[in-house]
Every structure is written in C-alpha cells, then in structure tokens.
C-alpha cells in the first residue's frame, strides 16, 4: 500500500515552470530517448536527416540531443516560456529546428515522422482529449516509425490531485500499444520527490515502440 502524502487540494494543475526548468537545468536527455536512438542508429543509415517531434519539449533537454545527432526536430509546447528558453539556446545547429507553441487539445502533427518524443508531457492533455491525442500521434508516425515517452499510472499520487491530468491503469496502457511493437515497457513505482522537492508517490509507464 502506497503511503499517504499530503498535497493542496485542488483540481485544477498549476505548475511554477521557472523554477521547473532552473531545477532540471542540465540534466541529460530522457533514458526512453537514448534508447530509441540506440535502436536507430542499430539500423542501416538513411539520407539524413530524419524527423522527429519533441511534444511537450519544455526548455529542449530531449530536442537539443536529437538536433546535436542532426535530426530535423519540430519541438512543440504548449507554454510560451519554454519554447523562448529553447530558442535561447546557443548549444545546437538551429537551422534543424522548428518550434511551436500548442496546446493538446489543438496539436497538428505532420505525416510519416521516424520519431516521436514526448517526456513526461502527455499526462498534462485532459482526459477527454487524450484518445484523439493518442490517435493523432499514432497516425502522424510511419511505419517503422517509434514513440518513446512516458505516461502516468492510476496510482501515482497525482491521479487524485490533479484529475484533469490523465493517468492510466496497465490495463488501460496496454491496448494503446496494439498497433506498436514494444521494444521497452517499464512500471515505474515508488514515493519519492518532484525536481522541485514536493512529495509525490510516482506510478509511471516507460514506453519505446515501433509502429508496425
């Protein structure tokens, strides 16, 4: 049984996102990231370079890497601040970078994209949307195409705090990933803290698959 933290009481997701990133500033790019790169670059090299989209790419720890390893990257978010922090960037080659301030509930996504990227952001879409979310990023990737990221579990201690954030059962992720061969699935369970200190007790989904 998962221990009781104390949170406010709210329904509503509100989030200090400067401190956020000054907190995470540095960190290396996602495990799921590195190891959908790995299969890439296991396979015969196309002409380059590939694309991929970074959604919910916050202040670019995910799109510098992939710009770095000369991926055309179309970096999106839905907070203005962390596109203007990206874009301030001066460590990657920005003629491989396009960007976008968007919400879910709104996403455009291109067509036959090798790769999407979404660290720890899908579980910000609301509930109702996430379907059509989930949809649009299954259509948007070609075949043999990949999706690395994360969702979050319905035991994570933010399923109650937060409930316009979408968590999902193991029974409720699994048939998400029907049209996708699982190259990696980890459950991720256990109290801890956020980057910024808070209690939170984390149910995650680690996920890298390709579609078949």
């Known amino acids: 049984m998962k221990p009781m933290l104390n949170f406010p009481e709210t329904s509503r997701f509100s989030r200090d996102w400067s401190a956020y990133y000054q907190a995470i500033a540095g960190r290396p790019p996602r495990e799921t990231l590195r190891k959908a790169l790995a299969l890439f670059d296991e ?3 196309p002409q380059m370079p590939r694309l991929a989209v970074d959604l919910g790419c916050g202040d670019g720890r995910d799109t510098v ?5 000369e991926w055309q990257v179309l970096a999106i978010d839905g907070n203005e601040e962390a596109i203007a922090k990206l874009r301030d960037r001066n460590d990657f080659n920005p003629l491989l970078l396009e960007s976008m301030v968007m919400q879910f509930e709104s996403l455009a996504l291109p067509r036959s994209v090798d790769l999407i990227n979404s660290s720890f952001a899908l579980p910000f ?4 949307d996430f379907p059509n979310l989930w949809k649009k990023i299954t259509a948007s990737l070609r075949h043999g195409g990949r999706f690395c990221g994360q969702l979050f579990g319905d035991r994570d201690s933010w399923a109650t705090v937060y409930p316009n954030m979408t968590h999902y059962s193991r029974a409720q992720v699994e048939p998400l990933l029907q049209p996708f061969d699982v190259k990696h699935f980890e459950e991720e369970e256990h109290p801890d803290q956020t980057p910024l200190g808070e209690p939170r007790y984390w149910h995650i989904f680690h996920i890298v698959a390709c579609k078949k």
Do not use: K, N
């Open 65 to 69: 890497e992939l710009v770095r390893r």
């Open 125 to 128: 879409c609301l509930p109702q």
């Open 43 to 45: 396979e015969m090299s």
